[in-house]
């Protein structure tokens, strides 16, 4: 047994819509590429970062969840409902989903579950500064059991944030600033990212791909094709051609990172341009602050 991405699909929302309703946008769709109604999805969990009005409270997974009309309501005698919670662990926070939701299939809790990634700026397109980093944007992932284990996710390596010296910067810090926001609060939102934040998150990255690839020797990386978030500019080039991969590629959302999303959608773009044929060899790479980086090797699995 192996557990696979059953589906996948990008928010097609229009720009103006928050990160709640490119959630829902993202999470119907895949769910209607799949063919699986959403009362069938045994846990759903959202890995958004940057939310509508800066809302902690109640978790936004249950919002999505409302959003999709998800057993809205107990129904007596029935032995199925789903399960919804938050997981926010910036761009890496697919990945842990991923190794949660694994853990949940191979033990047979459930069957399957969605992950959905989304970001906005909290006060809407209205109040975004040109300098916000984060593209408003959304992603979705159904997972499953496969009978082949051969295909699907390999082993996942998350490894603690790789932290910097005390009182420094952690790479991208996102807070709301209590001390001017005055009556702004949920239209705001402070995003700092440290000078050396590309060349220290690259080689953070790069720290991480050479400890996964040198403890995994199945792997070769020229028949393999590198997939990442896009937290810099030519992020996955660079690390494809330090490592000597095929190729490697970015999630394509203009000059503005992912955020959550970004591995998400950059996967889904590749299968979206043909060239995840069943058998084919990727990593897939998540890394943003901490700074830290995450990654995965997956087989693409024959087409249902």
Not at 28 to 45: E, K, N, P
Request: aromatic content about 6%; overall charge negative.
């Amino acid at each position: 047994m192996s557990v696979i991405i059953e589906q996948s699909a990008i928010s097609a929302a229009p720009a103006d819509a928050g990160s709640i309703d490119h959630a829902v946008a993202a999470a119907r769709q895949c769910l209607d590429r799949a063919g699986v109604a959403a009362d069938d999805i045994d846990v759903l969990v959202n890995v958004g970062v940057y939310r509508d009005g800066n809302v902690v409270e109640p978790a936004n997974s249950a919002l999505i969840q409302q959003g999709l009309g998800m057993h809205l309501d107990y129904q007596a005698g029935s032995g199925r409902s789903t399960f919804s919670f938050d997981l926010r662990n910036g761009a890496c926070g697919v990945l842990d989903a991923v190794h949660a939701a694994t853990a949940l299939l191979t033990n047979g809790t459930v069957e399957r579950v969605l992950i959905v990634g989304s970001d906005a700026h909290p006060g809407g397109l209205a109040h975004a500064p040109e300098d916000f980093r984060y593209a408003t944007a959304g992603a979705a992932w159904l997972l499953s059991k496969n009978v082949d284990p051969e295909v699907g996710f390999g082993a996942i390596h998350i490894p603690p944030p790789r932290g910097r010296a005390p009182q420094t910067h952690p790479g991208v810090h996102g807070y709301l600033d209590l001390t001017s926001m005055g009556t702004l609060g949920q239209q705001t939102i402070t995003v700092e990212a440290a000078e050396d934040y590309s060349a220290v998150l690259t080689e953070t990255a790069a720290d991480t791909l050479r400890y996964y690839l040198d403890r995994r020797p199945d792997i070769v990386s020229d028949r393999t094709i590198l997939v990442t978030n896009n937290p810099v500019a030519g992020f996955a080039t660079g690390l494809a051609e330090q490592f000597g991969f095929a190729r490697g590629y970015q999630a394509m959302t203009g000059d503005r990172d992912a955020g959550s999303s970004g591995l998400a959608i950059a996967f889904h773009q590749l299968r979206e341009q043909g060239e995840l044929a069943p058998g084919t060899e990727l990593v897939l790479l998540a890394a943003g602050s901490g700074p830290m980086a995450a990654c995965v090797s997956y087989r693409v699995e024959e087409a249902a």
